[in-house]
């Protein structure tokens, strides 16, 4: 089956450090990528919509500056929290599709826990 | 996209069939049910989805109602390692995943 794969799985560090995700589609393209943050025991909620090659779609609410969303190629997408703070401690998911190409569902990573410290 | 409706929690004895309710009323013809389901402190995993008839793979089956407006998913023979969150999604296809607050399934022994 379709294989995302996430790095790190963990990271703690010092507030006002900015941190870097990749996520990584292993065997497929694709498209379109997602981020997703989750607060503990809360479901997910989607922060972006990231399409290779263009400008990522944030949800409303979330600052683009903070969470910066790079997908250069098919196979990778990038999230940076910039300046992380306490508040941003979260769970962050990612997911890929290969986009609207037969009837293809989301696949997601194993998540990143990001403590902020 | 189309609200779901799923109950909070349920529980299902170890080897039995597991079957989770989704209420989808107000479900458009283009959108697809979706079914995902996440183990504590892990990314959510894609179990099955469809759009009118019933589908079925090596994870489980899933019954969508004659006129859509609620599906099933059945977990044939269940076990411990099925005690996730499940999620009823109804999405049309190409579009965002919205995640509500799913099922809780516990399987018990």
């Known amino acids: 089956g379709a294989v995302v794969s996430q790095h790190p799985s963990r990271v703690i560090c010092k507030s006002g450090t900015s941190v870097k995700i990749e996520c990584r589609s292993l065997d497929f393209q694709a498209t379109t990528m997602f981020w997703y943050r989750q607060f503990p025991k809360q479901s997910l909620m989607l922060m972006a919509t990231?399409?290779?090659?263009?400008?990522?779609?944030?949800e409303q609410g979330v600052e683009k500056d903070k969470f910066l969303i790079n997908h250069a190629s098919l196979t990778l997408s990038t999230l940076t929290v910039t300046s992380a703070h306490p508040e941003d401690s979260s769970f962050y998911i990612c997911?890929?599709?290969?986009?609207?190409?037969?009837?293809?569902?989301?696949?997601f990573g194993d998540g990143t826990r990001l403590s902020i410290l | 996209d189309a609200k779901t409706t799923q109950p909070t929690s349920m529980d299902c004895a170890e080897g039995r069939a597991a079957n989770l309710p989704c209420n989808h009323s107000t479900i458009s013809g283009n959108e697809y049910v979706y079914w995902y389901r996440q183990i504590h402190s892990q990314g959510p995993q894609y179990i099955i989805h469809g759009l009118k008839n019933n589908e079925t793979n090596e994870m489980a089956s899933l019954i969508i109602t004659e006129d859509r407006k609620s599906s099933t998913l059945i977990l044939p023979h269940a076990t411990l390692r099925d005690t996730a969150v499940y999620y009823c999604i109804a999405m049309e296809y190409g579009n965002k995943l919205v995640f509500g607050a799913g099922t809780i399934l516990r399987v018990k022994s």
């Open positions: 997911s890929a599709s290969r986009g609207l190409i037969g009837n293809q569902p989301q696949h």
């Open positions: 990231s399409n290779e090659g263009s400008k990522a779609t944030y």
